[in-house]
């Protein structure tokens, strides 16, 4: 899972109505984090933390698509749009969209509307892990290896979070008839929703930055693991972090001082149980800007 956004959170943003832009591109097929993630972005979009613009699925299952509107959906956001493959003829469509570019070369694109990336993907400082390695192994590598050195990316690694277990209140916290919670019923099976939160974490981080929760309690969860240097991945799959002082721009996480994987899980189970019955984003929501960086 990766995804683009905007600034990182700021307190004053609520007041003034400013919402953070992002865009979600999950490869939601083998593991059910995508949806916690999708759940994760749906719960912040409505309490006015961040505009979800869309959500682009990588994978060509024919059910894809359909999982991630199921997920928009129940939490009042079907008007998201969502772009995919055809399962049949393997096109790309998007069913509405405020603009396409199609004569512009990636780089020209990210530098004209990307504010960051941030990768779930890769081990730190080094090492092998499926979301870069086990796939389109040329794309990754062109994407990792050539990202313009103005624009950050923010990689979270498979070691952040494959301690880090939410979902496990879902059964006792969450509505009945939530998606969330039968799709973590399905995918982990025999009574029980726990799972590693890669995309989840990813998702919290991409959204509230460095900065901490909305309500305060308990700070900042996470926080860059180096100063300097970038990501590097070879023709393997693998990556290495490289350390490069003028290279200021990339970053991997690590959890705060003071927080430990039980602190982001029970952070994590609230959001995902969250009902959205009555609750609908507000006017300032909507999406009416057609030229932000992301």
């Excluded at 008839?177 to 974490?201: M, Q």
């Excluded at 023709?235 to 039980?262: C, F, M, P, Y």
Aim: glycine share 8%.
């Amino acid at each position: 899972m990766s995804y683009a956004r905007t600034r990182r959170f700021q307190a004053q943003s609520l007041q003034e109505g400013h919402r953070k832009p992002i865009l979600i591109d999950t490869d939601i097929l083998s593991d059910v984090d995508d949806i916690g993630s999708l759940a994760i972005a749906n719960v912040l979009h409505n309490r006015g933390l961040v505009d979800l613009r869309g959500v682009v699925v990588n994978t060509n299952s024919e059910y894809g698509a359909l999982a991630a509107s199921a997920a928009n959906t129940y939490y009042g956001n079907g008007d998201i749009p969502i772009a995919a493959l055809r399962p049949l003829t393997q096109e790309t469509f998007v069913d509405t969209w405020n603009f396409l570019y199609t004569a512009r070369s990636w780089l020209e694109l990210i530098l004209s509307k990307v504010k960051e990336l941030v990768v779930m993907g890769g081990k730190y400082p080094e090492g092998w892990e499926f979301n870069l390695g086990g796939g389109d192994v040329a794309s990754a590598l062109q994407v990792v290896n050539e990202w313009p050195r103005d624009i950050p990316v923010t990689y979270s690694g498979f070691e952040l979070s494959k301690d880090i277990f939410s979902g496990t209140r879902l059964m006792e916290d969450a509505p009945s008839d939530s998606p969330i919670l039968a799709a973590y019923e399905w995918y982990v099976g025999r009574c029980k929703t726990a799972r590693e939160s890669w995309d989840p974490v990813t998702t919290l981080y991409g959204i509230l930055g460095l900065h901490g929760v909305p309500e305060g309690d308990p700070g900042p969860l996470f926080d860059y693991a180096n100063d300097v240097g970038y990501n590097r991945m070879l023709e393997t799959g693998s990556n290495e972090w490289v350390h490069d002082s003028a290279v200021r721009n990339q970053h991997w996480l690590k959890l705060a001082d003071g927080i430990t994987n039980e602190t982001v899980a029970a952070w994590l189970d609230r959001l995902l149980a969250h009902d959205p019955v009555g609750e609908r984003c507000p006017n300032h929501c909507l999406h009416t800007q057609k030229d932000t960086k992301y």
